[in-house]
């Protein structure tokens, strides 16, 4: 199946830094999405962005689909950031109902 | 709008019981999905159904079964359980209908605990 690296797997920030998440994946998708998991397990979702960039206030997103990446972007964090944020993909070809998950990367914003 | 609902929002189970797992999708939403999450697998899709027939499914064992019914509620059963069957299952909702954007919400999961 389709395999998906999330980086880096851990990041501490002090509130008001920026960052940046990377998702490698293995194959051409037709579906990616960004969901944030906040420390109480509800897994929120922030981009449907299987190519192309997209803004949502601090939040941005873009997939290079022809380089098989997606980068997302967090500017001026806030201490409600934290959490764990997965990237989930769905192989061209197959349904868009069978995400496969990255292992995630656990944020950290310090006050 | 009511989001997804799942219920009970945790369980403790012996092993070789078996459970049962509610989930009530987004009004309107015809397809749901449920996944498994583990401190070691990670995010792990179990099944999908749309309009009460299973569309598609994961590598999990047959003691993981689902359902849907006419009103698009769900419900999963684990039966035989295992200890490693302890896991937060988290159901998502989505229209079902392969449009473009289409977003996957998810509920709050059900913690399942075996001992």
């Known amino acids: 199946g389709i395999q998906v690296e999330q980086s880096p797997p851990d990041l501490i920030l002090q509130e008001g830094a920026n960052s940046t998440l990377r998702c490698n994946f293995s194959d051409s998708v037709n579906n990616l999405q960004w969901f944030h998991q906040n420390p109480w397990g509800q897994l929120i979702n922030l981009f449907y962005i299987p190519s192309g960039t997209k803004q949502n206030g601090r939040l941005s997103a873009t997939t290079v689909a022809t380089e098989r990446y997606s980068l997302l972007y967090i500017s001026s964090s806030q201490t409600t950031d934290s959490g764990v944020y997965f990237c989930?993909?769905?192989?061209?070809?197959?349904?868009?109902?069978?995400?496969?998950f990255g292992k995630g990367t656990l944020l950290t914003v310090n006050p | 709008k009511a989001g997804v609902t799942q219920t009970p929002r945790y369980l403790i189970k012996t092993r070789g019981q078996q459970v049962t797992l509610s989930c009530s999708p987004i009004?309107?939403?015809?397809?749901v999905s449920w996944y498994q999450q583990t401190p070691g697998q990670g995010l792990q899709f179990l099944f999908e159904?749309?309009?009460?027939?299973q569309r598609n499914k994961g590598n999990f064992p047959g003691r993981f079964s689902g359902r849907q019914f006419s009103n698009s509620r769900s419900e999963m059963n684990v039966s035989t359980l295992e200890l490693g069957d302890s896991a937060l299952y988290l159901c998502a909702s989505s229209w079902g209908t392969g449009s473009t954007n289409e977003k996957l919400f998810f509920g709050s999961g059900t913690q399942l605990s075996v001992l």
């Open positions: 159904y749309f309009s009460e027939t």
């Open positions: 009004s309107g939403h015809r397809s």
């Open positions: 989930a993909v769905e192989r061209t070809g197959g349904s868009n109902y069978k995400l496969t």
